[in-house]
């Protein structure tokens, strides 16, 4: 199964889903997170204009993500490369 780019929206899309990996329940809880942070807050926690934006807002946040993470993703090179 290929992720498609519009899985989810994109303030509550997993930084996994954005490099091209498969959806599994961490995309789950990750949105849920959001929408829980969004709910306490009033304000999204990572806005980003394109899904290379949102990628870099999330990880300013969460820090970077682990190498072999990122070389799992079918668009990791388009972020990373």
């Known amino acids: 199964v290929e992720p498609a780019p ?18 599994a329940t961490s995309a789950d809880m990750f949105a849920m997170g959001c929408t829980v942070y969004e709910l306490f807050t009033g304000k999204v926690l990572a806005a980003g204009k394109s899904s290379h934006d949102q990628l870099r807002k999330i990880m300013d946040v969460m820090g970077s993500m682990a ?4 070389r799992k993703g079918s668009l990791w090179q388009k972020h990373f490369g």
């Open 6 to 23: 519009y899985l989810m929206s994109r303030s509550y899309r997993p930084p996994e889903v954005i490099i091209g990996c498969s959806p």
């Open 67 to 70: 190498g072999i993470v990122i």
